[in-house]
């Protein structure tokens, strides 16, 4: 079955300083990988997508996600953090067929904060 | 402008009640879902639906009822039967079922 961890509930980092926030994910098929960002009681966002094409995906907000088989990792970065970026982020995967639908299997998310 | 609205923002009951939130998309999109959000457990499938007057089970539907009679709208009954049902409920819409999915802004329900 598919999972997914993300490594470290919490981040913080200080305006203008790397991104990095860290997704592993476990699939017995070739997965599809996704990067949600969700602002204070709002919605989720797509900020990415990995379909198999390139490995490397470039999103929206000067995000981006490198797809590692080797080390099935899916993480994101961001060169220069912006106090805009506080938010929580939530890798997904997804699923395996299960009657026919391949659902989205999110983690639990990371918390950023950035700091001046 | 395309989207996903849900509505109320927040929306407070007594134990005992059934409450109804609402979901409406206007992205023509076929498949939606409902999910629940609780602190530190990110989210969490309770029903989805690939087509009209189509709805299956998700991970956490117990407690829960939904409808699809139209494409634009997948309403979610929360009922007593629930015995935690406190949280923060999001829909969410995909071209077919499967694909990326497009979420909305989310409803808060507080039951005290």
């Known amino acids: 079955a598919q999972s997914v961890t993300q490594l470290g509930s919490h981040v913080s980092v200080s305006e203008g300083a790397l991104v990095l926030l860290r997704c592993n994910y476990s699939?017995?098929?070739?997965?599809?990988l996704f990067w949600y960002v969700q602002y204070p009681n709002q919605g989720l966002q797509l900020l990415l997508k990995?379909?198999?094409?390139?490995?490397l995906v470039k999103g929206i907000n000067g995000f981006e996600a490198e797809f590692k088989k080797s080390e099935t990792s899916f993480h994101l970065t961001k060169p220069s953090a912006h106090m805009s970026d506080a938010a929580e982020y939530f890798c997904?995967?997804?699923?395996?067929?299960?009657?026919?639908?391949?659902?989205?299997?999110f983690g639990a998310g990371t918390r950023l904060a950035v700091h001046p | 402008d395309g989207g996903i609205t849900q509505s109320p923002k927040y929306l407070f009951r007594k134990e005992g009640q059934n409450v109804t939130l609402s979901c409406e998309q206007n992205l023509n999109h076929d498949a939606m879902y409902w999910y629940r959000q609780d602190p530190g457990q990110g989210l969490r499938l309770i029903y989805y639906s690939q087509i009209v007057n189509d709805f299956q089970k998700g991970d956490i539907a117990e407690g829960y009822s939904v409808s699809r009679e139209k494409k634009e709208s997948f309403p979610l009954t929360v009922t007593s039967a629930q015995k935690n049902p406190t949280a923060f409920y999001l829909c969410?819409?995909?071209?077919?079922?499967?694909?990326?999915?497009?979420f909305g802004p989310g409803t808060r329900l507080t039951v005290t």
């Open positions: 969410a819409s995909s071209p077919v079922l499967g694909a990326e999915q497009y």
């Open positions: 990995y379909t198999s094409a390139a490995t």
């Open positions: 997904a995967v997804r699923g395996q067929v299960s009657g026919g639908y391949n659902k989205l299997i």
């Open positions: 699939s017995s098929v070739p997965p599809y």
